[in-house]
């Protein structure tokens, strides 16, 4: 048996038994949930380092996921999120423009 020991998205076990594959599995109490969060995101960020051209767009829609699921766990409904990450755009702007800053004062 192979050892993961990561976190998985809910329907993996569905998935596996549609297989026919054995697994174990637990539940993290909110403190491990919270980082293994955290872990995968940063795994999330290596697969897209690394993903083709035509892999990259799966691998951000995994890092979303992850991210939603942060932003859940800090009490904010992703609709107030969107609104946070709306007004900070509004206020300091996007990456459309694509700029890069050499120097500046402090």
């Not at 993290?28 to 993903?51: G, N, P, S, T, W």
């Not at 951000?60 to 946070?84: H, N, P, Q, T, W």
């Not at 300091?92 to 402090?106: A, D, H, N, V, W």
């Amino acid at each position: 048996m192979k050892f993961y020991n990561k976190l998985v998205r809910d329907r993996i076990p569905e998935i596996m038994e549609e297989h026919g594959k054995k697994y174990e599995i637990r539940t993290l109490d909110q403190e491990d949930y919270i980082k293994m969060l955290h872990q995968k995101l940063h795994e999330e960020l290596r697969e897209f380092d690394v993903a083709s051209e035509e892999d990259q767009l799966l691998e951000l829609a995994d890092m979303v996921e992850v991210i939603y699921a942060l932003v859940e766990s800090k009490g904010c409904r992703i609709g107030d999120f969107e609104s946070l990450r709306i007004a900070k755009k509004e206020k300091r702007g996007g990456f459309k423009e694509k700029l890069f800053l050499i120097s500046g004062e402090e």
